[in-house]
């Protein structure tokens, strides 16, 4: 087996083998963290030799599951986008679940924390990874049930229970709406792996596959419209939003990190797959019909996303719910961005997926921090605690700013992309994006002032603990790194990675060689 079937299998065995473990070793916490930085550590390694290979070579990468190739068999084909959002998921994965140990002290059942965490993050890989359209249902099935069950960690608090209850509600419909397309799909084109789809849509000849047997119009028209439906739920793009300013607060501080930088990178980046892998290029003025209009809708959703989650930024007094607005505006960014469908809005969706996911994650684990210090998450009881706790402070401003988009930070040179790509659309559109910003400015400044600036409400000893405060500093250098390197990252990994994920000619013709060479 190699990197690619590699890399979702081994969170997955990992995830398996712990609870067994956990009764062997007697529950030793020291040995469950240290088995949970194993799973994550050689999951990041495996990424990072799948990266490598993916960008030394000119084609996607196939892996087939039993030497059963495409269209019979489930395939993973791994293009440059997929394996760079692996790389970034497993760092962040495993840095991640270092913070997570402190963070969890004199918590209970840390051995279910991290077998949940394990299988989040193979389901997690599994969606970058996978070529079929119904291994990606499957794989969202499992970031989702896993993101589920860990907003409910803390199950003796019923908002807890009560948002995980609800975000599984909402995120089961979803999935339900993806099924019903997947049926669909498959009745119309009698497949549903990605690239033989695509080789259908633009009548290229594909081994095994007859033609499609229904009105292709018709179904794509039908699937897109349920596919989308269920990637905005999972991308909380309005009005599909309200789950999540619920479920990311009622977690961990590390789950939330990893919803919020994360888990929402699903709908976005299973809409890139189906709008520009499958449907991308010249299509029949038909399907160019409906594809124009879903990209339509998704632009202004986005748009409507973006000013919605900034206002709602100021009105909050929780500071995880001001992060979790921060997030709607932030993928409002990108389903807008992803409807513009040029090379220049693919590029600047892919770079601000990562940028975003990396300043995202620091906030939330900044904030965690003072929350794990005054075990509260209102505002006006962290007031004052930046000067007492220096580090924290310092990872809360890099990531403000950032996010904010101040230069030289990361997320600045996304969001001049952004906003480029828009007005290639219309003015009043790249403006959402200032304004947008400006808004949130005003909501991220009150929080960092009366953080740090504030005086505190009473005498209360704090500290930050080693292990924590040192993710907080090596992420802080990925942003401010990011930024000062910003050209040279979008030069050799952004702008391949986008160029790559609308060659959908090559894509379709990576699998055909793979097939032929076997039947052959």
Partial sequence: MDAVGLTPIIPLLFAFALPLTSILIKGNRRVVQAYALLGTGLTLISSFA???????????????????????????????????????????????????????????GLE?????????????????????????????????????????????????????????FIGAIGTTMYFLALGILYGAFGTVNFADLSAKIHDIPFPVSGNPVGEVVLASGIVLALATWAFLIKAAIFPNHFWLPEAHPAAPSPISAVLSGLVVNVGIYSLMRFLYTVYGGELVPGLERVVGGVAAVLVALGAVSALFGALMMNAQRDVKKMIAYSTIMHMGYLAMVVGAGTQLAMQAAIFHMINHAIAKVLLFLAAGAFIHAAGSRDIGDLTGLGRRMPVATFGLSVATLSLVGIPPFNVFFSKVLLFDAMMERSLALAMVIVLSSVIALVAYMRVLYRIWLGKP????????????????????????????????????????????????????????????????
Avoid: C
């Fill in 112 to 168: 279910w924390y991290y077998t949940l965490y394990l299988g989040l993050e193979a389901g997690l890989l599994g969606v970058v990874l996978t070529g079929d359209a119904f291994n990606l249902f499957v794989m969202i099935e499992v970031t989702s049930i896993a993101s589920y069950a860990l907003v409910a960690f803390y199950r003796g608090r019923r908002d807890a229970v009560h948002a995980a209850l609800k975000y599984a």
């Fill in 50 to 108: 799948l990266f490598q290979r993916a960008y030394s070579s000119d084609s996607p990468l196939i892996y087939t599951f039993g030497k059963w190739v495409a269209p019979i068999g489930i395939i993973y084909e791994v293009d440059r986008l997929g394996a760079l959002m692996a790389l970034v998921t497993a760092f962040l994965m495993f840095v991640i679940a270092v913070y997570s140990y402190r963070y969890l002290e004199g918590e209970s």
């Fill in 457 to 520: 409400r009473e005498d209360i000893t704090v500290g930050e603990h080693a292990s924590m405060a040192f993710v907080l500093l090596l992420l802080s250098a990925a942003v401010v790194l990011m930024g000062l390197a910003a050209p040279l990252l979008l030069q050799h990994y952004v702008d391949p990675a986008a160029a790559q994920m609308m060659d959908y000619r090559a894509y379709i013709k990576a699998a055909v060689e793979y097939a032929s060479a076997l039947f052959s």
